[in-house]
Nanobody
Framework: QVQLVESGGGLVQAVGALRLSCAAS????????MGWFRQAPGKEREFVAS????????TYEDSVKGRFTISRDNAKNSVFLQMNSLKPEDTAVYYC????????????????WGQGTQVTVST
């Protein structure tokens, strides 16, 4: 399985921006569908965005559509999540996941996970 490490989280004011990174090792991300999930205190882990390895097709949760952008850099073996126009509701621990499926958006279909990075959006 691929090992994943997230970074780039932090504290930001509302309508600000952050860019999260997910560095992979052990396997190349080009052979995985990559996804970003988030989990707020007392809440279920929620799908945010994914990018397929086959055609780089992207999928987004409706609440982040138009604000977040997922991308991958195979040369760096990394996946990124650009988050713009951040809202307090975006506050959560963000996790990077890897799936062997062509398309995946459910946590159960992602076999590898990073440790998470905290994103806090203040008013």
């Amino acid at each position: 399985q691929v090992q994943l490490v997230e970074s780039g989280g932090g504290l930001v004011q509302a309508v600000g921006a952050l860019r999260l990174s997910c560095a992979a090792s052990g396997r190349t991300v080009s052979r995985y569908t990559m996804g970003w999930f988030r989990q707020a205190p007392g809440k279920e882990r929620e799908f945010v965005a994914s990018i397929s390895w086959s055609l780089d097709t992207t999928t987004y949760e409706d609440s982040v559509k138009g604000r977040f952008t997922i991308s991958r850099d195979n040369a760096k073996n990394s996946v990124f999540l650009q988050m713009n126009s951040l809202k307090p509701e975006d506050t959560a621990v963000y996790y990077c996941g890897a799936s062997t499926m062509t398309y995946a958006s459910r946590p159960v279909n992602f076999g590898s996970w990073g440790q998470g990075t905290q994103v806090t959006v203040s008013t």
